[in-house]
């Protein structure tokens, strides 16, 4: 994790309220919705997004898609995806309680 990233490994990430994330027949992909347009998310992006649930950690992130994609290392491209998410305000540190 980055010096600079606003979480650790035991955050657990949930979308911002106003934000929907589904997947959209008609782009045939994850998308992230909201009041004034849409995001689509290819690839991986969309298989990181679907993975904040508001229960994973980023540590459970970045372990479920290990077992989902076997011998990659993904971590860095996920910290670093969920620090841009973060930065732009998509999604936001779960609160206890």
């Known amino acids: 994790m980055s010096e600079t990233a606003p979480f650790t490994d035991d955050t657990v990430f949930e979308l911002q309220r106003h934000f929907r994330f589904q997947w959209e027949p008609a ?9 004034e347009g849409m995001v689509k998310l ?5 298989e990181i997004m679907k993975r904040i649930d508001g ?5 459970g ?7 989902t994609f076997p ?4 971590r860095g491209d996920v910290i670093g995806f969920l620090e841009h998410v973060h930065g732009k305000g ?8």
Do not use: C, H, M, N
Not at 42 to 46: A, E, K, R, Y
Not at 90 to 97: D, E, M, Y
């Open 42 to 46: 290819p690839g991986s992006s969309g």
């Open 71 to 74: 011998g990659t290392d993904l």
């Open 55 to 59: 229960k994973l950690t980023v540590r």
């Open 61 to 67: 992130i970045v372990e479920d898609l290990q077992t």
């Open 90 to 97: 998509w999604i936001r540190p779960k609160q206890a309680g």
């Open 27 to 35: 782009q045939q992909g994850f998308v992230l919705l909201y009041p």
